[in-house]
Protein backbone atom coordinates (compact mmCIF):
# COMPACT_ATOMS: atom_id res chain seq x y z
CA UNK A 1 0.00 0.00 0.00
CA UNK A 2 1.35 3.38 -0.92
CA UNK A 3 0.14 6.05 1.54
CA UNK A 4 -1.42 8.95 -0.02
CA UNK A 5 -1.28 11.61 2.48
CA UNK A 6 2.12 13.19 1.68
CA UNK A 7 4.01 13.52 -1.26
CA UNK A 8 6.87 11.13 0.57
CA UNK A 9 4.77 8.56 -0.54
CA UNK A 10 5.68 5.46 2.02
CA UNK A 11 5.02 2.03 0.19
CA UNK A 12 3.80 0.44 3.93
CA UNK A 13 3.65 -3.18 3.86
CA UNK A 14 0.73 -4.08 6.17
CA UNK A 15 1.31 -3.12 9.80
CA UNK A 16 3.72 -1.36 8.86
CA UNK A 17 4.56 2.43 9.96
CA UNK A 18 5.38 5.44 7.67
CA UNK A 19 7.95 7.55 8.13
CA UNK A 20 6.11 10.23 9.83
CA UNK A 21 5.40 7.57 12.58
CA UNK A 22 1.74 8.56 12.46
CA UNK A 23 0.90 6.28 9.91
CA UNK A 24 0.31 3.06 9.50
CA UNK A 25 -0.80 0.33 6.70
CA UNK A 26 -3.97 -1.40 8.42
CA UNK A 27 -6.01 -3.16 5.66
CA UNK A 28 -4.30 -1.69 2.63
CA UNK A 29 -5.68 2.05 4.01
CA UNK A 30 -3.51 4.07 5.50
CA UNK A 31 -4.45 4.79 9.33
CA UNK A 32 -3.60 7.65 11.81
CA UNK A 33 -1.72 5.85 14.43
CA UNK A 34 -1.66 9.40 16.71
CA UNK A 35 -5.73 9.86 16.59
CA UNK A 36 -6.04 12.19 19.44
CA UNK A 37 -3.25 10.71 20.83
CA UNK A 38 -1.52 14.23 23.12
CA UNK A 39 1.55 14.46 23.79
CA UNK A 40 1.20 18.05 24.30
CA UNK A 41 -1.10 20.80 25.82
CA UNK A 42 -0.67 24.29 26.74
CA UNK A 43 -2.97 27.44 26.95
CA UNK A 44 -0.80 29.79 24.62
CA UNK A 45 -0.79 33.18 23.82
CA UNK A 46 -1.75 33.14 19.98
CA UNK A 47 1.39 34.99 19.13
CA UNK A 48 3.54 32.07 19.82
CA UNK A 49 1.90 30.57 16.98
CA UNK A 50 3.32 32.81 15.55
CA UNK A 51 -0.02 34.74 14.33
CA UNK A 52 0.71 38.31 14.80
CA UNK A 53 -2.35 39.81 13.25
CA UNK A 54 -5.12 36.74 13.74
CA UNK A 55 -6.92 38.41 17.17
CA UNK A 56 -3.80 39.52 18.41
CA UNK A 57 -3.98 39.42 22.36
CA UNK A 58 -5.76 36.31 22.98
CA UNK A 59 -5.17 33.22 23.63
CA UNK A 60 -5.63 29.63 22.01
CA UNK A 61 -5.53 25.98 23.63
CA UNK A 62 -2.61 24.18 21.41
CA UNK A 63 -2.06 20.74 21.27
CA UNK A 64 -0.10 18.27 19.64
CA UNK A 65 0.18 14.37 19.28
CA UNK A 66 3.58 12.91 17.75
CA UNK A 67 5.02 12.41 14.28
CA UNK A 68 6.08 14.37 11.28
CA UNK A 69 6.83 13.91 7.76
CA UNK A 70 9.98 16.14 7.43
CA UNK A 71 13.20 16.18 9.03
CA UNK A 72 14.42 19.07 10.02
CA UNK A 73 17.66 19.04 12.00
CA UNK A 74 16.33 22.69 13.27
CA UNK A 75 13.34 21.41 14.91
CA UNK A 76 12.19 22.98 18.10
CA UNK A 77 10.08 20.36 18.73
CA UNK A 78 12.12 17.31 17.60
CA UNK A 79 11.42 15.71 21.20
CA UNK A 80 7.96 15.21 19.60
CA UNK A 81 7.95 15.75 15.94
CA UNK A 82 10.90 13.28 15.28
CA UNK A 83 9.26 10.43 18.23
CA UNK A 84 7.22 7.52 17.56
CA UNK A 85 4.19 6.26 20.16
CA UNK A 86 6.81 4.53 22.26
CA UNK A 87 8.89 7.25 22.19
CA UNK A 88 6.49 9.86 24.32
CA UNK A 89 3.83 10.23 26.35
CA UNK A 90 0.58 10.34 25.51
CA UNK A 91 -3.31 11.14 26.57
CA UNK A 92 -5.99 10.15 24.80
CA UNK A 93 -8.69 13.06 24.37
CA UNK A 94 -11.60 12.23 22.26
CA UNK A 95 -12.41 15.28 19.31
CA UNK A 96 -15.40 16.25 21.56
CA UNK A 97 -13.17 16.22 25.13
CA UNK A 98 -11.06 18.51 23.52
CA UNK A 99 -13.30 21.11 22.33
CA UNK A 100 -15.34 21.11 25.20
CA UNK A 101 -11.81 21.83 27.54
CA UNK A 102 -11.19 24.91 25.18
CA UNK A 103 -14.99 25.65 25.93
CA UNK A 104 -13.76 25.70 29.45
CA UNK A 105 -10.52 28.20 28.76
CA UNK A 106 -13.05 31.01 27.59
CA UNK A 107 -12.76 33.01 30.55
CA UNK A 108 -9.48 32.75 30.43
CA UNK A 109 -8.98 34.50 26.90
CA UNK A 110 -9.01 31.23 24.76
CA UNK A 111 -10.49 31.69 21.04
CA UNK A 112 -10.13 28.13 19.90
CA UNK A 113 -8.09 25.17 18.86
CA UNK A 114 -4.35 25.48 17.84
CA UNK A 115 -3.08 21.92 16.55
CA UNK A 116 0.61 22.69 16.64
CA UNK A 117 4.06 21.79 17.80
CA UNK A 118 4.33 18.08 15.78
CA UNK A 119 3.30 18.17 12.36
CA UNK A 120 -0.60 18.00 12.64
CA UNK A 121 -2.09 17.44 9.17
CA UNK A 122 -0.24 13.88 8.90
CA UNK A 123 -3.32 13.76 11.61
CA UNK A 124 -5.42 15.16 9.35
CA UNK A 125 -8.60 13.32 10.66
CA UNK A 126 -7.78 14.72 14.27
CA UNK A 127 -7.55 18.05 13.23
CA UNK A 128 -10.98 17.44 11.35
CA UNK A 129 -13.23 15.86 13.76
CA UNK A 130 -11.62 18.30 16.51
CA UNK A 131 -12.39 21.24 14.33
CA UNK A 132 -15.81 20.21 13.80
CA UNK A 133 -17.09 19.94 17.40
CA UNK A 134 -15.29 23.33 18.15
CA UNK A 135 -16.93 25.37 15.49
CA UNK A 136 -20.37 23.88 16.81
CA UNK A 137 -18.96 26.10 19.96
CA UNK A 138 -18.74 29.12 17.93
CA UNK A 139 -14.88 29.05 18.40
CA UNK A 140 -12.01 29.57 16.32
CA UNK A 141 -9.37 26.97 15.02
CA UNK A 142 -5.51 27.14 13.95
CA UNK A 143 -3.25 24.80 12.49
CA UNK A 144 0.26 25.32 12.49
CA UNK A 145 1.62 23.18 9.39
CA UNK A 146 4.71 22.62 7.22
CA UNK A 147 2.43 22.50 4.16
CA UNK A 148 3.65 19.47 2.73
CA UNK A 149 0.54 17.04 2.67
CA UNK A 150 -1.69 16.57 -0.80
CA UNK A 151 -4.40 18.51 -2.13
CA UNK A 152 -7.27 16.55 -0.69
CA UNK A 153 -5.76 16.50 2.59
CA UNK A 154 -5.84 20.40 2.71
CA UNK A 155 -9.81 19.96 1.64
CA UNK A 156 -10.65 17.61 4.37
CA UNK A 157 -9.64 20.65 7.35
CA UNK A 158 -10.02 23.52 4.91
CA UNK A 159 -13.75 24.08 5.98
CA UNK A 160 -13.29 24.41 9.82
CA UNK A 161 -10.02 26.04 9.57
CA UNK A 162 -9.53 30.21 10.45
CA UNK A 163 -5.69 30.48 10.29
CA UNK A 164 -2.83 28.64 9.14
CA UNK A 165 0.80 29.11 9.65
CA UNK A 166 3.00 27.81 7.32
CA UNK A 167 5.85 27.13 7.54
CA UNK A 168 7.56 27.55 4.21
CA UNK A 169 11.04 26.05 5.17
CA UNK A 170 13.04 27.52 2.19
CA UNK A 171 12.74 28.85 -1.62
CA UNK A 172 15.24 26.09 -2.72
CA UNK A 173 13.76 22.94 -4.18
CA UNK A 174 16.86 20.96 -3.32
CA UNK A 175 16.74 22.52 0.40
CA UNK A 176 13.20 20.73 0.63
CA UNK A 177 14.64 17.44 -1.09
CA UNK A 178 17.37 17.20 1.78
CA UNK A 179 14.67 17.84 4.64
CA UNK A 180 12.61 14.92 3.03
CA UNK A 181 10.12 17.87 1.59
CA UNK A 182 8.30 19.44 -1.70
CA UNK A 183 8.48 22.49 -2.36
CA UNK A 184 5.91 23.05 -4.58
CA UNK A 185 3.19 20.86 -2.58
CA UNK A 186 3.84 23.71 0.18
CA UNK A 187 3.78 26.50 -2.56
CA UNK A 188 0.49 24.76 -3.72
CA UNK A 189 -1.10 24.55 -0.06
CA UNK A 190 -0.22 28.35 0.82
CA UNK A 191 -2.07 29.07 -2.27
CA UNK A 192 -5.36 27.19 -1.22
CA UNK A 193 -5.42 28.12 2.16
CA UNK A 194 -5.11 31.61 1.71
CA UNK A 195 -8.40 31.11 -0.48
CA UNK A 196 -10.45 29.86 2.65
CA UNK A 197 -7.99 31.32 5.71
CA UNK A 198 -6.56 33.39 7.58
CA UNK A 199 -2.46 32.80 6.70
Known sequence: MRCDVCPRGCTLEEGKIGFCRARKNEGGRSVSVNYGKLASIALDPIEKK?????????????????????????CQNHSISAASEEDVRTRYVSPSELARL????????????????????IGYEYVRDASVETKKMGMKNVVVTNGCVLPNILEQVLPWVDAFNIDLKSFSEETYRKLGGDLKTVKDFITRAAKGSHI
Open 50 to 74: PLARFHPGSRVLSVGTFGCNMDCPF
Open 102 to 121: AGELKDKGNIGLAFTYNEPM
